[in-house]
């Protein structure tokens, strides 16, 4: 069964630096998402990227916030300055365009130390 | 208010017993998902719901949409069962993100 695959699993990093998260969406998809869970707390939605172009962002996607997918395969979320605040899963997410059926990495937990 | 509710927040139940978790929400939606988060953090979609019922293996999912309201049920629980099940609703409007509700952790017990 076709996987949305997610590196790292897991990277630390210090406070102030840049990290890219990286995802391989499932080949024929057409929505590519980016979610967020704080440890403890529910999933939060950042980002849906669709025809090579942000479709919708939530209040947490400031300027220090990225997404890319450059080379019609990868899809990356970059974080430019790194806040303790950071720290947490990172899911990537993708679906077809004919129906709601969402598939989820198995996601990149980050610290920020 | 949260536009997704689940209850109850924690379950734990022995080996055997019928499992019911519920949620409801306060938006208008799409499409209702049942997820699962297992102790290393993945998500795995179990249902996605417009109407109606879903049925796979011992789980059982249905939904009321005049109700805004969707019951996970598990028949013959079972210490692999463990997890968070969560309620994800993906809204009408705009790009079809997802909305979680928080979670609930169910544990079952040999």
């Known amino acids: 069964e076709p996987e949305v695959t997610q590196t790292p699993s897991h990277q630390v990093t210090q406070m102030g630096q840049e990290v890219i998260l990286r995802c391989v969406p499932i080949?024929?998809?057409?929505?590519f998402y980016w979610y967020r869970q704080i440890l403890g707390q529910k999933v939060e939605f950042l980002v849906s990227f669709y025809n090579n172009e942000i479709s919708e962002k939530s209040e947490i996607f400031d300027d220090q916030f990225s997404v890319e997918r450059p080379d019609g395969s990868n899809f990356t979320l970059k974080i430019r300055s790194t806040k303790l605040e950071d720290s947490a899963m990172y899911f990537c997410?993708?679906?077809?365009?004919?129906?709601?059926?969402?598939?989820f990495g198995s996601g990149t937990r980050l610290t920020v130390v | 208010k949260n536009e997704v509710e689940q209850s109850p927040q924690n379950l734990t139940a022995q080996e055997g017993e019928f499992i019911t978790i519920n949620c409801s929400y306060s938006v208008g939606i799409s499409a209702l998902h049942w997820l699962q988060q297992h102790p290393g953090g993945g998500i795995v979609s179990l249902f996605m719901?417009?109407?109606g019922k879903k049925k796979h293996g011992r789980l059982i999912a249905t939904i009321n949409i005049q109700e805004k309201h969707s019951s996970l049920h598990i028949t013959a629980s079972h210490p692999r069962d463990s997890a968070v099940y969560i309620c994800a609703v993906s809204l009408i409007q705009g790009a079809q993100k997802l909305v979680f509700g928080q979670g609930t952790r169910l544990t079952i017990n040999p």
């Open positions: 997410a993708s679906r077809d365009g004919f129906n709601y059926g969402y598939t």
């Open positions: 080949s024929n998809h057409l929505y």
């Open positions: 719901l417009s109407s």
